[in-house]
């Protein structure tokens, strides 16, 4: 099982560096984001602190989407394209198909998110985060983009067309804009605020933040952990009924 997961990895990363337009927007689109938010909109926001240290957990959790999504896409390429009947052929199992997905969706979140963070640290983001917090930062990004990418991952077995899977792509990169990625929570209208408090972004970005900052997290990391994991766990569960009905 684990050496069908790292040769099916191989293939997503061979993939994914063959698909240059898909590749250099996902790297592309946070950098741009974050000058843009940072430049453009900056200056008229009032969050109580440089919004450039304000700004960059949310940037992440944006980068991390754009990357996530394209798993989406690539799963529907490869239903469509009938390689996964070859697959089966092999006998290769679901599991090792779409954790070669993910995990090669985790890889190109890594290297978006150093090239983010480089951009930051240039533009004036001062962390004044311990190792320890760092680690625990960089675990609860992990886990968020991992539990992203095997919910693409599921959205690509859902979707009859790669177009189709292209639309998770909107969702994702929607999702932190009524959260506190750009603002503050409080600024939002009342009806709004139940819901950007609560939804599953807003733990993760809390909990970056107050890690990067060195300030107190209280619960949120766990919290953020827990949603983190519930993603996960349902998605990992469907994708794998909807694998089996899929490729039969």
């Not at 919004?51 to 999504?69: D, H």
């Not at 859902?158 to 600024?187: H, K």
């Amino acid at each position: 099982m684990r050496e069908t997961t790292l040769v099916m990895t191989a293939r997503s990363l061979r993939l994914s560096r063959r698909n240059t337009d898909a590749l250099i927007t996902a790297l592309a689109l946070p950098v741009m984001l974050l000058l843009i938010f940072v430049y453009f909109f900056g200056g008229s926001i009032n969050t109580g602190t440089e919004y450039v240290t304000y700004v960059v957990p949310g940037v992440l959790l944006l980068c991390a989407g754009f990357g996530s999504s394209n798993t989406a896409i690539a799963v529907t390429e490869d239903l469509k394209g009938g390689i996964i009947d070859r697959f089966r052929s092999l006998d290769v199992g679901g599991v090792p198909i779409l954790a070669g997905h993910v995990i090669a969706s985790a890889a190109r979140n890594v290297i978006a998110t150093t090239l983010v963070l480089g951009l930051a640290f240039a533009i004036g983001f001062r962390p004044t985060a311990t190792p320890a917090a760092w680690l625990a930062a960089a675990g609860i990004l992990l886990a968020f983009i991992l539990a992203l990418s095997w919910l693409s991952a599921t959205v690509g077995l859902l979707a009859t067309s790669p177009e189709a899977a292209g639309g998770f792509t909107f969702f994702v990169s929607f999702l932190p804009y009524p959260s506190s990625a750009f603002v503050r929570t409080d600024t939002m209208p009342g009806w709004l605020q139940p819901f950007a408090d609560n939804q599953p972004v807003t733990p993760v970005i809390d909990s970056l933040r107050a890690l990067l900052l060195n300030q107190p997290t209280g619960s949120t990391p766990w919290v953020a952990l827990a949603w983190c994991t519930a993603i996960l766990g349902a998605s990992a569960a469907l994708s794998g009924a909807l694998f089996r009905r899929r490729s039969r």
